[in-house]
């Protein structure tokens, strides 16, 4: 299949939207990038890798992060979800992926399957 890389943050309801897309695919590997309350909290039915950031230092830093976590882990046309979190990490994500020069496409739950945008 793909890689799915989805934030996992802020936004009512949205960690049961990243729930669903993990649940229905069939994911290569499903890397969030969360917080530690993140990392804590969620619970997922599949393997999921956590990408750790600190929202208060800044998308550059964020961006960094999420680069050294996922480079040379992912490679070629990945699914991606920004449905959950704020607009900075999102912005510090599509920075990270476009710099490590992977294809994206958006994805999201619908019912009980996954579409691409």
Same mark, same amino acid.
């Given at each position: 299949?793909?890689?799915?890389? /989805?934030? +996992?943050?802020?936004?009512?309801?949205?960690?049961?939207?990243?729930? =669903?897309?993990?649940?229905?695919?069939?994911? @290569?590997?499903?890397?969030?990038?969360?917080?530690?309350?993140?990392?804590?909290?969620?619970?997922? @039915? =599949?393997?999921?890798?956590?990408?750790?950031?600190?929202?208060?230092?800044?998308?550059? !830093?964020? %961006?960094?992060?999420?680069?050294? /976590?996922?480079?040379?882990?992912? !490679?070629?046309?990945?699914?991606?979800?920004?449905?959950?979190?704020?607009?900075?990490?999102?912005? /510090?994500?599509? /920075?990270?992926?476009?710099? +490590?020069?992977?294809?994206?496409?958006?994805?999201?739950?619908?019912? !009980? @399957?996954? %579409?691409?945008?």
């Amino acid at each position: 299949m793909a890689d799915l890389v /989805a934030c +996992l943050s802020t936004g009512k309801g949205s960690w049961v939207e990243v729930a =669903k897309l993990i649940n229905n695919e069939k994911w @290569d590997n499903v890397y969030l990038v969360t917080n530690d309350f993140g990392k804590e909290k969620f619970s997922a @039915d =599949k393997e999921v890798k956590f990408v750790l950031v600190d929202v208060n230092k800044g998308m550059e !830093s964020m %961006k960094q992060s999420i680069m050294g /976590a996922l480079k040379e882990k992912i !490679s070629g046309d990945i699914a991606v979800n920004f449905v959950s979190g704020s607009g900075k990490e999102h912005m /510090a994500l599509f /920075a990270a992926l476009m710099h +490590l020069g992977v294809g994206i496409r958006i994805v999201a739950a619908a019912d !009980s @399957d996954v %579409k691409e945008l």
